[in-house]
């Protein structure tokens, strides 16, 4: 992915854009307008679409509908809950193990520490 192509799905202006509000509005329509977690309690209400690999982690995936998913605002919030403590547990094993840094630079969208950056 080019450079100002990585830049502009990481702005902020991301969910601004009339690309994300057409694929957006795509996704809605695939899923049927409907949470897709399995038991929401409300499927319907304050709707919400998900990356399910985030765009920080893979930019070039941002507009790929297939790594789209409807949720509601509950559910939405609960699968960025759960994505917290898995982030933090592969930093603690990077820290520990730093020669298994190059498994996970994708997960974490970490910047090369080995080529001088921070």
């Known amino acids: 992915m080019q450079r100002t192509q990585r830049s502009k799905v990481l702005s902020p202006d991301f969910y601004e854009s009339r690309e994300w509000t057409y694929l957006r509005r795509q996704c809605l329509e695939r899923d049927d307008w409907t949470c897709q977690n399995p038991g929401c309690p409300s499927p319907h209400e304050s709707l919400q679409v998900h990356h399910r690999v985030p765009r920080s982690v893979a930019p070039e995936l941002a507009y790929d509908l297939g790594n789209l998913v409807t949720l509601c605002s509950w559910c939405h919030s609960q699968e960025h809950q759960w ?36």
Not at 83 to 112: G, H, K
């Open 83 to 118: 994505m917290v403590p898995v982030r933090t547990w592969v930093q603690n094993l990077i820290a520990a193990n730093d020669d298994q840094y190059e498994m996970f630079p994708e997960l974490l969208a970490l910047p090369d520490r080995r080529a001088g950056q921070t």
